[in-house]
């Protein structure tokens, strides 16, 4: 299998973030269909995973009240 242009980048993302002391890697479980329609969500607006996951927990934390 031939690797996309935007995989090759997401991979290439992923190494500088993994290696920069700015980012922290974040794991949960969360439900199949919660999963299968973010990861279509991701798709439509030419996300990546992580990109998507930060803006949403920018999203959620900023309408969070204290």
Known sequence: MVAS???VIS???KVNKRNDPNYKQ???YVNID??????AKCIERNLN????MEEALKTWIS????
Not at 49 to 52: K, L
Request: aromatic letters at 4%.
């Open 63 to 66: 309408t969070e009240i204290e």
């Open 26 to 28: 974040v794991i949960g």
């Open 11 to 13: 991979m290439s993302e």
């Open 5 to 7: 242009i935007r995989q």
């Open 34 to 39: 919660v999963v299968a329609k973010f990861r």
């Open 49 to 52: 995973v992580s990109e998507a």
